[in-house]
């Protein structure tokens, strides 16, 4: 679930491939958390946070297969 709010939130619709990812903690059901990213062309990098304690990293990439 915090997958596609993450994906949601940054608006390029699904990703072609998810090269990176990887979750530290759980979140309860409606838990806020913060959500920073960035994209560099095709390919987007982001972390959530609750606090200053980082729940999930990971790496989506979009664009035309190779």
């Known amino acids: 679930m915090l997958l596609e709010l993450v994906v949601e939130r940054i608006g390029r619709g699904a990703p072609r491939t998810i090269p990176g990812l990887k979750f530290q903690r ?18 987007v990098n982001f972390r959530c946070f609750i606090g200053d304690e980082s729940v999930a990293e990971g790496v989506l990439e979009y664009g035309e297969t190779a």
């Open 26 to 43: 759980s979140l309860s059901p409606g838990q806020a958390f913060t959500l920073r990213w960035n994209a560099d062309d095709d390919r």
